[in-house]
DNA sequence: TCCATTGACGTTTTT
DNA sequence: CGTCAATGGA
C-alpha cells in the first residue's frame, strides 16, 4: 500500500514516532513542533498500515476542544468515518464506561454529573449542618481536599494522619459527602475517573475484556496527566496494550491542580522498552524567540531537556517596554495595537496575555475606548450560568429525584412558601434518618410532620415534579426543556431581577431550548444505554459549552497565559512582568517547584508568539487599594539581552523615578525609601534578604523583603531595623 | 422576601 | 481598588 502520503508531509523525528512498530513511545513534543500532527498521523499509521481496527484505539485528551481537534484531523487524513475510533476525555470516556457498567460500578442506573459549583454547594451545605464555622472551614477548601484525595486515587479510609485534627475534619467532611453523593446518585468529575478506576480494579473480568480490546492507547498532553489517570493508563495497557504519548515537561503548567509531571518520567520506568522521540523543530515562531525562550527554559534544573529551533528566519528582536504605571502598560499595548491594525494587521492576530484574570480589565478599558474589538477568553460558560443551571435542575429532578443538589436549587425557586426554615426542617429529617431530601420530604408529609402551611406547599412541589415527570415521558427533549420552564414558572422568579438582566435571562433560556431541540443523542451515548435526556444532561456537565456566543471574528484576544496553552498568535503580549505578580508571589513563597512551574507559564507564553513578542511591566502598580513599587520579573532577566529591544517610556525626563532597568529604580524623589530595590539588607533576626517592593508611607511604609532562607516577608520599615549591605 | 449596605478577600482552570 | 457573598433592615 502507498503510504507516502501519511509520511510526505513529517520531518524525520516525527515519521519516527509515527512508524514505530512496537514498544511504547514517548513523543516529547516542544511547542509548536507539530504534535496533533503527530498524533493524527500515527492513528492513520495504525489504522492503514498496521491494519488496526479502529474499534481497538483509545485516544486520549484532556478538553472536549483537543478531541474535537483530533478527530476532525483524523477524518480528514483518513477519509473515512471516525465514528468506531474511541477518542475523547478522560472524563468523557470515564463517564461512558461508568454508563455501561453502572450497575458493576455501585451506581443508580440515572446516576447525575455533579460539575464544581455543585459540587461546593453541596459542601458548604455539609458544613453548615455539621455546625461548623464555615469561615474556618471553608466549602472551597473541602473541595479542593477532596478533590485532591480523589486524584491521588484515595478515599477517607486511605488517608493516613488522621490524628492530625485538620486533616481528619477534611476527611469526616470527605466521607459525609460520598455518602450525601451516593444515596442521591451523584458523581463529581473527580469520582468518575476514581470509580473508572475502581471498576477495573474490582472487576477483572471488565478489564480483561477491555484490554483485549484496547491494545492502542494514545494520549495527549501527557504532562497533564494526574496519578489516577496514569494508573488508569496503566491498569488499561497491562502487558499487551501499546502505549503512545506526547507531551512536553516544559509545558506543565498544571502540577497545582494535581497534575504530575514526574509521569513522564516515570512512564519510561514503569512502561518496558520505550522509544523516546524529542520533536524540536519549531513551525511557529522566529528564531529570535525561540532562542528566547530556550534560554529562559534552561534555568529549569529538572527537566528532560529540548531545544527548539526553526528553519525560518530570526525576526524581530523581542520588545521590553518599562511602564510608569499599569495605565501607562495598557496605554502602550493599546496605541502599538492601533497601528498594527493600520498597518493592515488583523485585531485577531493579536493577543493580550496576563498571569490572573483580574488584569484584563484595564486593558478592555483601553481597548473599549479606542474602539478596538476584543475577546476575552475564559468567564462563565453556557450551561454554568445560574438561569441554565436552574432549568436544567428541574430536568435533572425528572431522571432522579434523588439528585439533592438539584433539588435544593430549584424547590423555592421560583417562590413557592418553601422557605428556609422548611428546607432545613427536610435536612434534618434527611440527615437523622440517611435519606435524600425527596426522600424524607415524601416521609414528612405521609407522617404529617409538617405545619400545614408548609405541608401543602412542600405537597404541592412534589405534585409538581411527578406530573411533569408523568406528562412528558413521552415528548422529546426540546419540548420537555420548554415544558420544565413553564411548568416551573422560573420566569417568575426572574422578572424580579432588574430589566437588563431578566432579558439575557431570558435569552439564554431560549437558547437552551434551542439547544435540547436541536441535540442529537450520540451514536456512543446510545449505545452506552442513555436516553435523549440523559445524554443532554450528562453533555451540559462534561462541556459546558461556549463561553459566549459572542461573535469570534476579529477581535484582539485577552487571555490568561494559562488558557493561551494550545493557541499561537502573530503578535503577542505579555503583560504584567513583574516580581511578585509574574512569577506570582504565591509561587514564589512556596517552595517544591512552583517557580520553576511559573517559568514554563512564562515558556508557554513566549512561544504562543509567532512574529512579534512584546513583554511589559510596570514601575508602579496600584494592588488591592494600594501602591506597590515592583521589581522587573526575574524572567526578564533570565533572557539575554541579544534578543531584547527596549522601549523607552515617552519622555524620561517627566518621571520622577528612573527606570529600574538596567539601573534599579531608585527612590527619586522621594525620600522615604532609604533602599533601593533589589538591594541586599540585613536584619537582625532574619539575616540578609533582598528588597523587592514597598508599600504605604510615612511611618506605616512596608518593606517586602525575600530572604532566602525563611521567605519572603512583609515588614514595617520604621520598627524592622535594616541595614543597607 | 427584597435590595442595599457591609465585610472579607485578592493565582492559574478543565472536566 | 473591585468583587462577591453574607447580613440585615424595610
Not at 415527570?469 to 411548568?487: S, Y
Amino acid at each position: 500500500m502507498d503510504v507516502s502520503h501519511l509520511l510526505d508531509e513529517l520531518n524525520e523525528a516525527q515519521r519516527e514516532a509515527v512508524t514505530a512498530r512496537d514498544g511504547h513511545v514517548l513523543v516529547l513534543a516542544g511547542a509548536g513542533s507539530g504534535k496533533t500532527r503527530v498524533l493524527v498521523h500515527r492513528l492513520a499509521w495504525l489504522i492503514q498500515v498496521d491494519h488496526v481496527s479502529p474499534l481497538g484505539i483509545l485516544a486520549v485528551t484532556f478538553t472536549n476542544k483537543a478531541a474535537g481537534e483530533m478527530r476532525e484531523r483524523t477524518g480528514q487524513l483518513l477519509q473515512v468515518s471516525t465514528r468506531p475510533l474511541w477518542i475523547g476525555t478522560f472524563h468523557g470516556i470515564a463517564h461512558r464506561l461508568l454508563r455501561m457498567h453502572w450497575k458493576e460500578a455501585g451506581l443508580p442506573e440515572q446516576f447525575q454529573i455533579l460539575d464544581s459549583e455543585d459540587q461546593q454547594r453541596l459542601l458548604r451545605r455539609i458544613i453548615r449542618d455539621e455546625g461548623m464555622d464555615e469561615a474556618h472551614w471553608p466549602a472551597r477548601q473541602a473541595q479542593w481536599f477532596i478533590n485532591a484525595r480523589k486524584d491521588e486515587g484515595e478515599r477517607p479510609q486511605h488517608i493516613e494522619h488522621l490524628d492530625h485534627p485538620v486533616t481528619s475534619t477534611w476527611v469526616h467532611i470527605y466521607r459525609l459527602y460520598q455518602d450525601y453523593c451516593n444515596r442521591g446518585g451523584l458523581v463529581d468529575f473527580a469520582e468518575l475517573l476514581l470509580r473508572a478506576h475502581e471498576l477495573w480494579l474490582e472487576q477483572p473480568d471488565l478489564l480483561d475484556h477491555y484490554r483485549k480490546r484496547l491494545r492502542h492507547l494514545l494520549v495527549d498532553e501527557f504532562q497533564d496527566t494526574n496519578s489516577i489517570q496514569y494508573a488508569w493508563i496503566r491498569m488499561l495497557a497491562g502487558s499487551t496494550g501499546r502505549v503512545f504519548v506526547v507531551g512536553d515537561d516544559d509545558q506543565s503548567i498544571y502540577g497545582w491542580r494535581g497534575a504530575k509531571v514526574e509521569n513522564v518520567q516515570l512512564f519510561g520506568r514503569d512502561f518496558p522498552d520505550v522509544m523516546t522521540v524529542r520533536l524540536e523543530q519549531n513551525y511557529r515562531s522566529t528564531g529570535n524567540i525561540l532562542d528566547a525562550a530556550n534560554a529562559l527554559i534552561a534555568h529549569n534544573q529538572s527537566r528532560m531537556g529540548k531545544n527548539l529551533w526553526t528553519a525560518g528566519e530570526s525576526g524581530k528582536l523581542i520588545q521590553l517596554y518599562t511602564a510608569f504605571n499599569e495605565q501607562d502598560e495598557a496605554r502602550f499595548v493599546v496605541d502599538q495595537l492601533q497601528q498594527w491594525l493600520d498597518s493592515g494587521r488583523r485585531a485577531d492576530d493579536g493577543a493580550i496575555l496576563y498571569r490572573t484574570t483580574a488584569q484584563s480589565r484595564l486593558f478592555e478599558e483601553y481597548l473599549l475606548r479606542e474602539n478596538i474589538p476584543y475577546r476575552v477568553y475564559g468567564g462563565q460558560r453556557f450551561f454554568e450560568r445560574t438561569e441554565v443551571k436552574d432549568a436544567l435542575a428541574y430536568l435533572r429532578l425528572l431522571l432522579n429525584p434523588n439528585d439533592d443538589a438539584a433539588l435544593e436549587r430549584v424547590i423555592n425557586k421560583p417562590a413557592r412558601a418553601i422557605g428556609e426554615k422548611t428546607v432545613s426542617f427536610i435536612r434534618l429529617q434527611a440527615r437523622e434518618s440517611g435519606l435524600t431530601l425527596w426522600q424524607a420530604a415524601n416521609e414528612c408529609l405521609s407522617q404529617g410532620k409538617f405545619a400545614t402551611r408548609a405541608g401543602t406547599a412542600v405537597a404541592a412541589f412534589i405534585r409538581l415534579i411527578e406530573d411533569m415527570r408523568e406528562r412528558m415521558k413521552d415528548w422529546t427533549l426540546g419540548n420537555q426543556m420548554q415544558g420544565a420552564i413553564d411548568d416551573s414558572n422560573l420566569a417568575a422568579h426572574y422578572e424580579k431581577e432588574p430589566r437588563e438582566r431578566m432579558e439575557t435571562r431570558f435569552e439564554n433560556l431560549r437558547e437552551l431550548v434551542n439547544a435540547a431541540d436541536a441535540f442529537i443523542l450520540p451514536q456512543e451515548d446510545a449505545e452506552a444505554g442513555l436516553d435523549e435526556l440523559q445524554s443532554f444532561l450528562s453533555h451540559a456537565a462534561l462541556e459546558a459549552g461556549e463561553t459566549q456566543g459572542e461573535s469570534w471574528d476579529d477581535c484582539v484576544q485577552l487571555m490568561t497565559l494559562h488558557s493561551a496553552k494550545g493557541l499561537e498568535f502573530p503578535l503577542v503580549y505579555m503583560v504584567g512582568m513583574e516580581d511578585g505578580l509574574f512569577p506570582h508571589q504565591r509561587s514564589v513563597e512556596d517552595a517544591a517547584g512552583r517557580l520553576e512551574e511559573e517559568r514554563r507559564l512564562c515558556y508557554v507564553g513566549m512561544t504562543r508568539a509567532r512574529e512579534q513578542l512584546v513583554l511589559s511591566y510596570a514601575e508602579i502598580r496600584r494592588m488591592h487599594g494600594s501602591e506597590n513599587f515592583c521589581r522587573p520579573s526575574r524572567f526578564i532577566d533570565e533572557i539575554p539581552a541579544e534578543y531584547l529591544e527596549e522601549i523607552r517610556p515617552r519622555t524620561s525626563s517627566r518621571q520622577p523615578w528612573v527606570s529600574a532597568r538596567p539601573s534599579p529604580v531608585r527612590g527619586g524623589a522621594n525620600t522615604e525609601w532609604p533602599f533601593r530595590l533589589g538591594q541586599v539588607v540585613a536584619h537582625p533576626k532574619f539575616g540578609e534578604g533582598t528588597v523587592m517592593s514597598f508599600e504605604g508611607s510615612g511611618e506605616h511604609t512596608r518593606v517586602h523583603v525575600n530572604f532566602p532562607a525563611i521567605g519572603a516577608k512583609w515588614l514595617v520599615l520604621a520598627y524592622a531595623n535594616l541595614q543597607a549591605r
